[in-house]
C-alpha cells in the first residue's frame, strides 16, 4: 500500500510537471506570435508612410517644376516680341486659363522705373494699349515695379494696372533675385497685395515667382533686359490642390518654407487626423530656395487597423493564452470537455482570421493600383529574380515572362543605350545600381526585343527597398519615344531654319567682299603712269600710292585736289570711313554664322544619335591643336601630356576638345601669351579624367555655378567675342557619354576644366614624343 500511494504521488507530480510545461510553452508561444504581428503592422505602416511621403514629394516637386518651366516658357514667349503690346500678352497667355495651376492667383508683366522715368514709361505702354495705365510711386527708393499687363487664374478680377509691387520687400527682393541670376527667383513667404484687404481669417501666406524677360539677343550676343513675368501663389492653395489626391485624405501635410535670414515660417498646413505618431521630412528647391515639406500620420490608419483588426495582436495572445488554458483544462478533464474546448479555440482565432482579411484586402489595394497606372513598376529581391513586374511594365517591355535573374537580363529584354546599338551594361542598369544602395532618376535607355521590334526608348528610376530586413529594389520607367521624335522633328526643323538663315548671309558676305574690292578699283582705276610719281610724293597713304589713273581729265582733277592737303585728307578719310563700313558688315556676318553653327552644334549635342567607338585621345588633341595654331604667326605655349585611348563619339568629343583649348587661347590677358596643359589620369576603374588648364583670365566664383548654362557669358563686360554656348554644348557632349565636367581655379592662374569620359577596352596611350609635340 506504502508503495501504491508512492507510485501515485510520483505520478501525480509528473502530471503537474507536464501541466506547468504546456502552461509556460503555450503563453510563450501565444505572446511571441503578437508581438512578431504588431511588429509587422508597425513596419507596414512605415512601409505606407514612406510611400505616400514619395508620392507627395513627387507631387509638389512636380507642381513647382511645372510652374517654374510655365513661367520660362511665357518669359521668352513674350520676350519674343519686338514690341510687346497688351493683344499681344493677352494672346501668349490665353492657354494658361486652362492649365490648371492649383493656387496661382495671377500672371503678371512687370517693369522696372526710376522716379524720373514715370512719366515716360506711363506713356510708352499707354500706346501698347494699357490706355488707363497711371504709375504713381508707393514703395521707397529709387526703383518702383509696376504692373503693365496681368491674367488672372483664380476666377478673381485682374491685378490693376500700375499697382507698385516695390511697396512690398518680399517681391522686390525675388524680382531683382531673378534680375540679377538670369533665371526664376522665388520671394520669401508673405501676404499678398490684393489679399491684404481681405479678414485676417481668409489670409494666406503666400509666394511671388518671378522670371526675367530678356529681348531677342543682338548680333554681338547680348540679350536686353525688358522686365518680368510674375506668378502669385497662395500657399494653402496649392498645398490642398496638390496634396489632397496625392495623400487621400490618410497623411496630415505642413510646408514650411525659409525667409532670407533663415527662420523658417509655415505657409499652410492639411491636419485632419488626430493623434499621429509616424513623421516624415522631405526638403524641396524651389530655384532659389528650399521649401520643407513635413508629413504626419496614424500607424493604425496606414496599415488598416481602424476597425477590429486594430486589436489582432491582444487577440492573438489572448487566444493563445486561453488555448493554453484549455489544453491544461483538457488535460485535467479529457473526458467530455473537447467540444468545450474546440468551441473555445474557434471563438479565440477569430480575430486572427479577421487580420488575414484585412492583409488580404490591403493586397488587392495595391495590386489594383499597380494594374491601372500606365507607368512600369518592377521590384526585385536581392537576388534580382522580380517579385513584382505591372501590366503597364510588361506591355512597354514587350515581355510576359521575367527573366531569371540580373545576369540574363540584358539577353531577355534586349537593353541598349539610347543610340540603340551599344549593349546596356548590366553593372550601369537601375536596378542593378539601386541594388547597391544607389538611387538614380531619369536613366535612358532602348528596349527591343521580339515583342519590341522597332525599339522603345524608356526613362527609368531606380530606389533601393529594405522591407522587414531584406534588400530588394524598386524601377519606374516612362516610355519617352513619342517625346523624343517630337524633339527629332524640331531638332530637324530647326537645321532647316538655319539654312535657309545661312543663305542670305552668305549673299551678304559675297556683296560685301564685291564692295570692297569695287571701292578699291574703282576708286584707282582713274589713275594712270604719269601721276605715280606725282601721288606717291604727294600722300603717305599706302592705298594712294599703289593708284593708277587712266583718264587725263580725272587724273588731272585728283592731282589738282591731292596738291592741296585738305582735299586729300578728306578723300583718304572717306575711302576708310566706306571701307570700314564694309568690314563692320562682313563682322556681323561671321558673328551670325557662329551663331548659327553654335545652335545647331547645341542641338546635335542633345539629339544626334551617339556613336562611341575606340578613340585615340592623343592623336584628337594633335589634330585639334594644329588647326587653331598652324595659321599663327607666333605658337602659344601649348603642353600635352601623354594621353590614353577613350570610348567616345568621335565628332562630338571633337566639339569639346575645339571649345575647351579655344577658350583657354582666347581667353588671356592682352599682353600675356596663352599657356594651356592638356593631360590625362585614371578617374576610377573604366574611367578616364581629362584636364584643360590654363593661364587666362580665369572664371568668376560667382559665374562658376552657371559657366556650362546656355548663353552665359562670364565676361560679358569685356571685349571677348562668342556665343554663350561653347561650354554649354561640352556639357551635353560630356553627359551624354555618362561622364561629368566641372570648373575650378588653377593653382598657377586662370581656370582648370576637366571632364571623364569611359576608358577604351584596350588601354593605348599616346607616343612619349607627343608630350613635346606643341610647345
Known sequence: MGRLGTAVRHAGAAGILAILLVLALGLAASWNAAASLRSNQQARANAVMDRDTSLAEAAVRTEVHRYLDTLRTVAAAVGSHETLTFDDFATTTAPLRDAGLPGATSLVFVVAAEDSQLEQVQAYWRDRGVSGLDLTAKGSGREHLFVIFSRPLDGAPATLPGTDLSQSAEPTAALNESRRAGAPAVSDTYILLRDRSLPVAQQQRSFAIAAPVYGNPTPVGTKTFKGWVVFGLRGQDFVGGVLDAATQGKVDADLWAANGVGQDTRVAFLHRIPGTDLRREVAIPVGNRHWRLVLAADSRRLAGLTGPADTAPLAIGAGGTALTLLVVVMLWALAGGRARAEARVVSATAGLREAECTARRQVALLNGILDRISDGVGVVDEHGTFLVHNPAAKAILGMDADAAGMDSWQAHYGIFRP???????????????????????????????????????????????????????????????????????????????????????????????????????????????????????????????????????????????????????????????????????????????????????????????????????????????????????????????????????????????????????????????????????????????????????????????????????????????????????????????????????????????????????????????????YL
Open 419 to 773: 543610340d540603340g546599338r551599344t549593349e546596356f551594361p548590366t553593372a550601369e542598369l537601375p536596378l542593378v545600381r539601386a541594388l547597391d544602395g544607389e538611387s538614380t532618376d531619369g536613366i535612358e535607355m532602348v528596349i527591343r526585343n521580339a515583342g519590341r521590334p522597332e525599339g522603345t526608348l524608356l526613362s527609368v528610376s531606380g530606389r533601393p527597398l529594405d522591407v522587414d530586413g531584406r534588400r530588394g529594389a524598386i524601377a519606374v520607367f516612362h516610355d519617352i519615344t513619342e517625346v523624343r521624335e517630337r524633339e527629332g522633328d524640331l531638332t530637324a526643323f530647326a537645321g532647316i531654319v538655319a539654312h535657309d538663315l545661312k543663305n542670305p548671309l552668305t549673299v551678304i558676305a559675297a556683296h560685301a567682299e564685291m564692295a570692297h574690292d569695287a571701292l578699291l578699283s574703282s576708286s584707282w582705276a582713274l589713275l594712270g603712269d604719269g601721276a605715280r610719281d606725282t601721288l606717291a610724293a604727294g600722300s603717305h597713304d599706302a592705298v594712294f600710292r599703289d593708284a593708277v589713273f587712266r583718264d587725263a581729265g580725272a587724273r588731272d582733277a585728283i592731282v589738282a585736289g591731292l596738291r592741296d592737303a585738305g582735299a586729300r585728307d578728306a578723300i583718304v578719310a572717306g575711302l576708310r570711313d566706306a571701307g570700314a563700313s564694309v568690314e563692320r558688315v562682313s563682322a556681323g556676318v561671321v558673328r551670325m554664322r557662329r551663331l548659327i553653327d553654335d545652335l545647331l552644334a547645341y542641338t546635335t549635342a542633345r539629339d544626334a544619335a551617339l556613336k562611341p567607338r575606340p578613340l585615340d585621345l592623343g592623336g584628337l588633341v594633335a589634330e585639334v591643336v594644329a588647326e587653331r595654331v598652324n595659321h599663327l604667326a607666333v605658337r602659344p605655349d601649348i603642353y600635352v601630356g601623354p594621353l590614353p585611348w577613350v570610348e567616345a563619339d568621335p565628332p562630338m568629343l571633337r566639339q569639346v576638345l575645339d571649345n575647351l583649348i579655344g577658350n583657354a587661347l582666347k581667353y588671356v590677358q592682352p599682353d600675356r601669351s596663352p599657356k594651356v596643359d592638356v593631360s590625362a589620369s585614371p578617374a576610377g576603374p573604366g574611367w578616364v579624367r581629362v584636364e584643360v588648364a590654363d593661364r587666362g583670365i580665369g572664371v568668376p566664383d560667382a559665374d562658376k555655378p552657371y559657366v556650362f548654362e546656355s548663353f552665359h557669358r562670364a565676361h560679358t563686360g569685356q571685349s571677348y567675342g562668342g556665343t554663350g554656348l561653347g561650354l554649354a554644348i561640352c556639357r551635353r557632349v560630356i553627359d551624354r557619354h555618362g561622364g561629368s565636367i566641372t570648373v575650378v581655379d588653377n593653382p598657377g592662374g586662370g581656370s582648370r576644366f576637366s571632364f571623364t569620359l569611359p576608358g577604351a577596352p584596350v588601354a593605348l596611350e599616346a607616343p612619349a614624343e607627343l608630350a613635346q609635340a
